[in-house]
């Protein structure tokens, strides 16, 4: 099948698409190094952030609302839905925050950023074919590896050269399996895997194996992939001292291999449920809430970098049920057999399960619109909208198949 070339996919999501890809470059504008104390401040970085999401909200609202009100069905239809209902919840606990304006302003912030997503997704399934927006998702992601290293060699110098995988960390893996088994440009499938595998990243490498578990929902050929996979790790654990493997490679640098050993996760994270269960139903109001329960105890947090903890934290039981609706409803749908089983499947259900991963040990849903937020919100409401397309197709090729052989007009 012939892919569309890098222009069509680039104009494919219109205004909405222009403003997410504006948003990397405006990151690496304003992004600067700056120290712990000053990461409340609002500084001329903090107020080009905002006012960009002002204008993010003004248009989105502009076109869901009044100008194409049919384009807001995607927003309201599930699984978007349940987001939608977590920011709604993220709003209401400015009741109980400890900074009233910090918590209004990061939920208005996901809100705007869900908007354009929802957006985004409603106009490439209405314009490109199911390929084609694959091939966009993976010329975003790429667009934001660029950007990503162009930061980091403004922040930390032309070094940054010397071992840039780094920027590959939270974003580029939630597109590993789209680009592994979808992509068809190799330049961009073998630069995202490359940067993956070199990202010296253990939540990467764990995304990578736990996704493979994807291959059983695909057809025969990709079970036995799974298969294979399982057999040479069942004959690694048997000649191989797996421990001293791992301290050498995945895990290099590191003393021993346990919860201990977590780059200071598990310390955040024994704070925060002790907190969460100080305060569970409500929590403590989204982001600022969370903010002050780290603080507290540890004074270089700034996120849980687990989006239950987060959700827990910031908005109690409540917004983290519907949470994990989300997730639920995403898995559901990336193992519909609406999808192929060939390619298609393992490929939704491999994104899925990195998606989770990532979303277990990182920043992001569940907290304020960083790191992994973006991307991952991007890729959930790419499998969502593209089961969406699915649907529609085959109801459409039912229709056609009775029309043609019981001659309806």
Not at 217 to 240: D, H, Q
Not at 279 to 294: D, I, R, T
Request: glycine content about 8%; some cysteine; overall charge positive.
């Amino acid at each position: 099948m012939k892919i569309a070339p890098l222009k069509k996919l680039f104009k494919a999501a219109g205004l909405p698409g222009y403003l997410l890809f504006f948003q990397n470059i405006l990151m690496f504008l304003v992004t600067r190094s700056r120290d712990f104390e000053e990461n409340t401040a609002l500084d001329f970085s903090a107020w080009t952030q905002m006012a960009y999401v002002g204008i993010v909200f003004v248009i989105c609202f502009d076109i869901l609302f009044r100008q194409s009100p049919r384009k807001s069905r995607f927003l309201f239809s599930s699984p978007q839905l349940f987001l939608l209902a977590y920011v709604l919840v993220c709003f209401t606990s400015m009741l109980w925050s400890p900074n009233v304006m910090l918590t209004g302003f990061r939920a208005f912030e996901s809100l705007a950023y869900l908007m354009l997503i929802s957006l985004i997704v409603q106009n490439l399934i209405a314009r490109l074919d199911f390929g084609d927006i694959v091939e966009w998702a993976i010329l975003w992601i790429v667009w934001h590896l660029i950007w990503s290293t162009a930061t980091g060699i403004k922040i930390i110098g032309i070094q940054y050269l010397f071992w840039p995988f780094g920027a590959s960390r939270l974003a580029v893996p939630l597109f590993f399996f789209l680009a592994l088994l979808m992509s068809k440009r190799k330049i961009f499938k073998y630069l995202i895997i490359a940067f993956c595998i070199l990202s010296v990243s253990n939540k990467v490498y764990f995304g990578i194996v736990l996704g493979m578990l994807g291959f059983y929902f695909g057809n025969s050929k990709y079970r036995a992939l799974m298969f294979g996979g399982i057999v040479s790790v069942f004959f690694v654990l048997i000649l191989v001292d797996v421990e001293e493997l791992l301290l050498s490679t995945v895990f290099y640098g590191r003393e021993a291999i346990s919860m201990a050993n977590t780059s200071g996760r598990d310390q955040i994270w024994a704070i925060a449920l002790e907190g969460f269960l100080q305060k569970p139903l409500m929590g403590y109001g989204f982001v600022a809430g969370e903010n002050a329960v780290l603080y507290q105890s540890f004074s270089g947090a700034i996120n849980t970098h687990n989006f239950l903890l987060s959700a827990v934290l910031g908005t109690g039981i409540l917004g983290a049920v519907f949470l994990l609706l989300y997730f639920r409803r995403i898995f559901l749908l990336s193992s519909s057999k609406l999808f192929p089983a060939s390619q298609w499947r393992p490929a939704m259900v491999g994104s899925f399960l990195m998606g989770l991963v990532i979303s277990m040990t990182a920043p992001g849903i569940g907290g304020r619109v960083y790191g992994s937020w973006i991307p991952l919100v991007l890729l959930f409401s790419l499998i969502s909208g593209l089961h969406l397309k699915y649907r529609e197709h085959r109801t459409t090729i039912k229709q056609n198949y009775i029309e043609d052989n019981l001659g309806y007009a």
